[in-house]
């Protein structure tokens, strides 16, 4: 659990042994990337049609390209054009914490923590909650470094006008009980910055005493410099772009542009968190919705499973049948839900764990059914025309026959090799 020393401000170790410790804040730091992949995509599919430049649109080479490691280069640090610029840069840095436990010798973690979100680290709860003003402000919060939004006099050099920073505060404490309760007269600690801080120095720590079982020339300076990738994303480009959001000028507006959800200029649909399970007190009501809500789900799934069986097998390859899943599929299915059912992706939770198997073969036979599972739900949604025109009908097939292919190992091609840790 993600939680801070009052007396220190810093986050405890629990481990006195180095290698577990840093094994311990990449498994926290993975379930926090996917918290706030999930909330970042729910928060921009509300969006409305006419803000589509605001949320922007996807392609299959978008994740790939979207690296810091990729044919993108450093320039994706500073890039803060689109809400889904900063959503797939969250994915990237789930994939790259999850090499990192692999080429550790860990388990990968690709489950995100339940919502609401609650951890020691932000003075609010993390919903899935649709674009508002106060949702702005939480993520504003996030992606700050320790002094953008601080009042401490150590700070005033770089930090945000006082004005700015009053106001972040004043709509946080609006629409938020625990920041309330947990600020009072004190300077609130936060910050997702003080995570990978201290997965930095914990690093380190264990380069000066790795364990006998890794190889001797383990690229520790590598994995340094790519936790610090994922710092400055956050405290530069992310940051930047939320800012714009909040206060509206990525609108061609101001902060009165989230004065009347009720108005057309107001930049988002409101979403009601449901799910796409039956039976449930918040169960989704239209029922072609729930449909597409639950196709959704099967997509969010295969993803997460593709993507655990790439992190166990160690072949990258897996990657790009989870991608073509979230751009062919998933991405096209968010869009029309938001746009003709005001209504947002649940990403419901199948369960406790993406490993789907007890070996890597039952793994890949329990996925082809998972696989089929969504293809029959979604020709369903086919016959009956409730499937977006830009849904990808070969999605499945070009997926099995990719997972066929792929269930022997092989190599990386030369130009696969560029985006190893893409």
Same mark, same amino acid.
């Given at each position: 659990?993600?939680?801070?020393?009052?007396?220190?401000?810093?986050?405890?170790?629990?481990?006195?042994?180095?290698?577990?410790?840093?094994?311990?804040?990449?498994?926290?730091?993975?379930?926090?990337?996917?918290?706030?992949?999930?909330?970042?995509?729910?928060?921009?599919?509300?969006?409305?049609?006419?803000?589509?430049?605001?949320?922007?649109?996807?392609?299959?080479?978008?994740?790939?390209?979207?690296?810091?490691?990729?044919?993108?280069?450093?320039?994706?640090?500073?890039?803060?054009?689109?809400?889904?610029?900063?959503?797939?840069?969250?994915?990237?840095?789930?994939?790259?914490?999850?090499?990192?436990?692999?080429?550790?010798?860990?388990?990968?973690?690709?489950?995100?923590?339940?919502?609401?979100?609650?951890?020691?680290?932000?003075?609010?709860?993390?919903?899935?909650?649709?674009?508002?003003?106060?949702?702005?402000?939480?993520?504003?919060?996030?992606?700050?470094?320790?002094?953008?939004?601080?009042? !401490?006099? &150590?700070?005033?050099?770089? *930090?945000?006008? /006082?004005?700015? #920073?009053?106001? %972040?505060?004043?709509?946080? =404490? $609006?629409? !938020?009980? &625990?920041?309330?309760?947990? *600020?009072?007269? /004190?300077?609130? #600690?936060?910050? %997702?910055?003080?995570?990978? =801080? $201290?997965?930095?120095?914990?690093?380190?720590?264990?380069?000066?005493?790795?364990?006998?079982?890794?190889?001797?020339?383990?690229?520790?300076?590598?994995?340094?410099?790519?936790?610090?990738?994922?710092?400055?994303?956050?405290?530069?480009?992310?940051?930047?772009?939320?800012?714009?959001?909040?206060?509206?000028?990525?609108?061609?507006?101001?902060?009165?542009?989230?004065?009347?959800?009720?108005?057309?200029?107001?930049?988002?649909?409101?979403?009601?968190?449901?799910?796409?399970?039956?039976?449930?007190?918040?169960?989704?009501?239209?029922?072609?919705?729930?449909?597409?809500?639950?196709?959704?789900?099967?997509?969010?799934?295969?993803?997460?499973?593709?993507?655990?069986?790439?992190?166990?097998?160690?072949?990258?390859?897996?990657?790009?049948?989870?991608?073509?899943?979230?751009?062919?599929?998933?991405?096209?299915?968010?869009?029309?839900?938001?746009?003709?059912?005001?209504?947002?992706?649940?990403?419901?939770?199948?369960?406790?764990?993406?490993?789907?198997?007890?070996?890597?073969?039952?793994?890949?036979?329990?996925?082809?059914?998972?696989?089929?599972?969504?293809?029959?739900?979604?020709?369903?949604?086919?016959?009956?025309?409730?499937?977006?025109?830009?849904?990808?009908?070969?999605?499945?097939?070009?997926?099995?026959?990719?997972?066929?292919?792929?269930?022997?190992?092989?190599?990386?091609?030369?130009?696969?090799?560029?985006?190893?840790?893409?």
């Amino acid at each position: 659990m993600l939680r801070i020393d009052r007396t220190s401000g810093q986050l405890p170790s629990d481990y006195d042994d180095n290698y577990l410790e840093l094994i311990r804040l990449l498994l926290e730091g993975a379930g926090l990337e996917h918290s706030l992949m999930i909330a970042y995509l729910y928060s921009l599919f509300s969006l409305k049609k006419k803000h589509h430049q605001v949320r922007g649109d996807i392609t299959r080479y978008a994740y790939l390209e979207h690296s810091p490691i990729g044919r993108g280069g450093t320039e994706v640090l500073q890039k803060h054009e689109t809400f889904l610029d900063v959503a797939l840069e969250e994915m990237q840095h789930l994939a790259l914490v999850n090499w990192f436990l692999v080429e550790l010798g860990a388990a990968p973690q690709v489950s995100p923590h339940p919502f609401p979100f609650v951890s020691d680290l932000y003075p609010f709860e993390i919903p899935l909650r649709s674009l508002d003003r106060y949702t702005a402000a939480t993520y504003l919060w996030i992606e700050s470094d320790d002094c953008k939004l601080s009042l !401490s006099p &150590r700070c005033k050099d770089v *930090s945000e006008p /006082k004005k700015f #920073i009053r106001e %972040v505060r004043r709509v946080l =404490r $609006k629409g !938020s009980r &625990r920041y309330r309760k947990l *600020s009072g007269n /004190k300077e609130p #600690i936060n910050h %997702v910055g003080s995570l990978y =801080r $201290k997965i930095v120095c914990q690093i380190r720590r264990v380069a000066n005493d790795p364990p006998k079982f890794l190889p001797a020339n383990f690229p520790w300076a590598e994995w340094e410099d790519r936790m610090n990738w994922i710092l400055y994303q956050g405290e530069m480009a992310h940051y930047q772009f939320f800012r714009s959001v909040f206060t509206g000028e990525v609108f061609n507006g101001d902060c009165h542009i989230w004065d009347d959800p009720r108005s057309a200029k107001y930049p988002a649909h409101t979403f009601a968190q449901q799910t796409a399970y039956t039976h449930r007190p918040d169960t989704i009501l239209n029922a072609d919705a729930r449909k597409l809500a639950w196709l959704a789900d099967l997509h969010y799934w295969i993803i997460l499973c593709l993507l655990e069986t790439a992190y166990r097998a160690g072949d990258r390859k897996f990657c790009y049948k989870a991608i073509d899943n979230m751009t062919l599929g998933l991405w096209h299915l968010g869009v029309w839900l938001s746009e003709q059912y005001q209504t947002g992706i649940p990403f419901d939770p199948m369960g406790l764990n993406y490993c789907l198997g007890r070996s890597p073969r039952m793994s890949l036979l329990i996925l082809r059914r998972l696989i089929q599972e969504a293809e029959g739900q979604a020709q369903q949604l086919d016959k009956q025309g409730r499937l977006p025109g830009a849904y990808d009908r070969e999605l499945f097939t070009l997926t099995l026959r990719g997972l066929e292919q792929l269930s022997s190992a092989g190599q990386l091609t030369p130009d696969e090799e560029e985006f190893r840790f893409a």
